[in-house]
Each structure stands twice: as C-alpha cells, then as structure tokens.
C-alpha cells in the first residue's frame, strides 16, 4: 500500500495515514489473537466439568478427565464429602510450535457433599476414554419399596 500524506495548516502536524484495507479486521483478529485467549484466562485455575445423574436410586458424578492417566487422579471421601483431585500435565510438543493452547493443565480438585443417605462403603469409581464415572449408591432403607396391601 502506498501511503498518503495529510496535509494540515502547519507543517509540523503532518501524518502518514495508510487507506482501509478490507482485511484490517482479520489483521487484527490474528495478530493479537494469542494475546486475548491468554490474557482472557490468566489467573483461573482448572475446573474439570462435572454432571450429576440419578439412576435406579443411585446418584453418578461423570467428570471430564480427557488427557489423564488412573494414576493421576485421586478420590477421597472424608464424612460426606467426597474430593477429587489431580493434575493435568502439559503434553509433549513432539517438534510441534504452539500457536493457540486452549487446553487447561495443572492440578485441579473438586469437592461434593453427599446426602447423609448415601452408602459411602459402596462408591465405585470407573475411568474410561477420559470420563471418570463415580457411583455412590444409596442406603438400602432409602430406596423406594413397594408395599403389599392385605385384604
């Protein structure tokens, strides 16, 4: 682009200015993108998404987990609090340049309070293609029963 001169009343108040260019937006949009997502997550720390689910009386915490080892996680129940932690690592970059990271790394942990009628002796914890699923089943006496009627 050829630049263009402004002319104002005294030389010393003359400016360079360049025409609009179409792809000014995109210009910008790439030149700082990099910038903006960092800056946009600078000081959050990593929280792994977490659904709760009832089924057949037993409540399930499916966490999204994806890049992490069995060994990397850790669950713990103290009263009926039930904590989960661990730590995404960074992945190996195998010659790779990072343009654009969006992927959280570093430790994270989690705590639930569970109801005082769940079974905290039973809880299982399964971990497959990135999704640790947790079942903690209830107690017994609270599931619902169906009760005869004599006549």
């Not at 700082?32 to 659904?51: H, K, L, N």
């Not at 990397?72 to 989960?84: A, M």
């Not at 609270?142 to 009627?149: A, F, Y």
Request: aromatic share 10%.
């Amino acid at each position: 682009m050829t630049p263009r001169i402004t002319r104002s009343e005294s030389p010393d108040k003359q400016r360079t200015t360049y025409p609009a260019s179409p792809f000014r937006l995109f210009e910008d949009f790439f030149n700082d993108w990099a910038f903006r997502s960092i800056e946009s997550r600078r000081g959050q720390g990593w929280t792994p998404a977490v659904d709760i689910l009832e089924k057949d009386g037993n409540v399930h915490l499916m966490v999204a987990l994806p890049g992490l080892d069995e060994k990397d996680i850790e669950l713990k129940v103290e009263g009926q609090v039930l904590t989960i932690k661990g730590e995404r690592k960074i992945q190996e970059s195998d010659g790779y340049t990072f343009h654009q990271q969006e992927s959280s790394f570093g430790p994270f942990s989690r705590a639930f309070t569970l109801p005082d009628t769940t079974d905290l002796n039973s809880i299982k914890a399964d971990y497959k293609n990135g999704i640790l699923t947790i079942t903690v089943p209830q107690k017994p006496e609270v599931k619902p029963r169906t009760i005869k009627v004599n006549i």
